[in-house]
């Protein structure tokens, strides 16, 4: 089996990598399907306020949500004649 060693230099440290050659050249077909999300100022700020919501628990379950959701489509009709 063939391996292949990924090297990154990043803030005064090296990391190495390594993983089975095939593995490594799938990574490299999605990379390039995939792109890179780089978030912009205004979204890391809502992110980030996100969390900290998230961390207080002001926040819906995916149950209630989808029966709020639910509610206000099912509203009563007037019956037409």
Do not use: C, D
Not at 45 to 53: D, H, T, V
């Amino acid at each position: 089996m063939s391996t292949t060693t990924v090297s990154r230099t990043g803030k005064n440290t090296k990391q190495f990598v390594t993983i089975p050659r095939a593995e490594y050249e799938e990574l490299l077909v999605f990379k390039k399907i995939i792109p890179v999300f780089k978030p912009t100022k205004s979204e890391l700020r809502a992110i980030a306020f996100g969390r900290a919501e998230f961390k207080k628990g002001n926040y819906s379950s995916w149950e209630n949500v989808k029966h709020e959701l639910a509610n206000r489509r099912s509203k009563p009709r007037k019956k037409t004649t």
